[in-house]
């Protein structure tokens, strides 16, 4: 395959959106064939899953099958969406994929890191992302800029020591998977964390 997969991680309302729609701008600018992206969901089937995930009204679901949804969602994602665009040799751009399974179900709901990879086998063996950018930004500081958790969102509403145990998790991934996760300080404006994506990736000849 000749495309290239960059993912983007994050706590909620870290911004990852935006960087990816800038990102996306960038990309047509320069003639760059790419497809944007999201996990769960970025197909039919995916993004039914995803309603199922993120149904507020589902306070009963277990971490076990919160995990196995994404986990099942991923693996259509991947034959749906993203496989398709990078045998295609266009670059996808998505937001969320394996490490947020890592951060929020592993670190944040307290799964094991063998459960999580046994279940999410088919992607972390067949499709790593070319480069994982993480949006480097504390929960409070995110959430203060999205003004409050969705009402509507199981994950968001799951409390802040949930999502400090998330953002502490994605800390220690930094650590461990150093050649695949890279952090970007957003403290500043959308503008220029979008100049630090550009120049990292740069950097990695994924573009020019």
Known sequence: MNGKFITFEGCEGAGKSTQIRLLSEYLRRAGVAHIVTREP???EISEAIRRVILNGKF????DECEAL??????????ADTVVPALE????????????????????????????LRNINSYAIERFMP????????SPACAFERKHGADQNDRIEQAGSAFHQKVY????????EYPEQI?????????YETNEKILALLRRRGIIE
């Open 182 to 190: 890279v952090s970007v300080d957003c403290s500043g404006t959308k």
């Open 69 to 78: 949804l994404y986990a099942a969602a991923r693996v259509q994602h991947l």
């Open 168 to 175: 502490e998790g994605y800390q220690h991934l930094l650590e």
């Open 88 to 115: 295609r040799g266009e670059m996808v751009l998505c937001d969320r994929y394996i490490f947020s399974s890592f951060a929020y179900q592993g670190f944040g709901r307290g799964l094991s890191e063998i459960f």
């Open 130 to 137: 070319d480069i994982t950018l993480f949006l480097n930004i």
């Open 59 to 62: 306070t009963a679901m277990t």
């Open 41 to 43: 969901g970025g197909g």
